[in-house]
């Protein structure tokens, strides 16, 4: 009996990633995300947007939903990179909290995470996957980033602290509050406070006043 030749391995997922295309596809993307929104933006679309096949848009990304959480990812990582968020002790902690603080409303201002924000209250979006996946690849790991540290500075005895976990929670959500409504719904208001810099200070100000060991 003439004996069969074993199998060939799919040569794709074992070979390196050309990181070029991998960019291109990604700001590819984040492009027609924009533009038309998640659900009617399609992988061939992205595919020939970024100059390459759909079959290399999915080895890189396995699908629309993870491409979409890799960019939230991204954003996240390159407007707020780990060492922002370094839990020891050296630098004071007014100003570690002002640089996150001033990091993070710059992220959320930005053209690119208004657009995704508008995405993400689409009906489309109401009770799908997605919600998940960019809590998880967004919020939940800066909240838990912001948590690590308020602990080591809990140790260090900066800060009192019952729950850290909903002290960051309440860390993020003032600093988004009005300045961040307003963008989302584009509107500009004449007599709001929509100097970052302000907002900043008063929401660490806020913050200590809260936490800070007396």
């Given at each position: 009996?003439?004996r ?12 390196p ?6 960019a291109?596809i990604?700001d ?5 995300f ?15 947007e ?11 990304f ?6 979409f959480?890799?960019?939230v990812?991204?954003h ?9 968020f ?8 007014r ?7 001033e ?11 208004i657009?995704?924000h508008?995405?993400?209250?689409t ?28 602990q ?5 005895g ?5 729950d ?17 409504a307003?963008?989302v ?8 406070d ?20 007396r």
């Amino acid at each position: 009996m003439t004996r069969l030749p074993p199998p060939r391995k799919p040569a794709g997922p074992g070979r390196p990633k050309d990181p070029a295309k991998r960019a291109a596809i990604f700001d590819a993307a984040k492009r027609m995300f924009i533009l038309h929104g998640f659900d009617r933006v399609s992988m061939d679309q992205i595919a020939a947007e970024a100059g390459v096949s759909k079959l290399t848009v999915y080895s890189h990304f396995g699908d629309k939903e993870s491409l979409f959480a890799e960019a939230v990812r991204q954003h996240c990582d390159q407007a707020l990179p780990p060492e922002l968020f370094d839990p020891t002790p050296g630098t004071p902690l007014r100003e570690r909290l002002t640089a996150i603080g001033e990091a993070f409303v710059t992220m959320i201002m930005s053209p690119e995470a208004i657009a995704g924000h508008r995405i993400l209250c689409t009906p489309q979006m109401t009770g799908s996957g997605m919600l998940e996946l960019f809590w998880k690849a967004g919020p939940q790991r800066t909240q838990m980033a912001f948590v690590t540290l308020l602990q080591r500075r809990i140790e260090a005895g900066e800060l009192d602290i019952d729950d850290p976990e909903r002290a960051a929670a309440h860390f993020f959500t003032l600093l988004k509050g009005e300045l961040h409504a307003l963008a989302v719904f584009g509107y500009s208001c004449s007599k709001c406070d929509t100097n970052p810099v302000t907002h900043v200070a008063s929401v660490v100000d806020l913050f200590l006043r809260a936490y800070a060991k007396r």
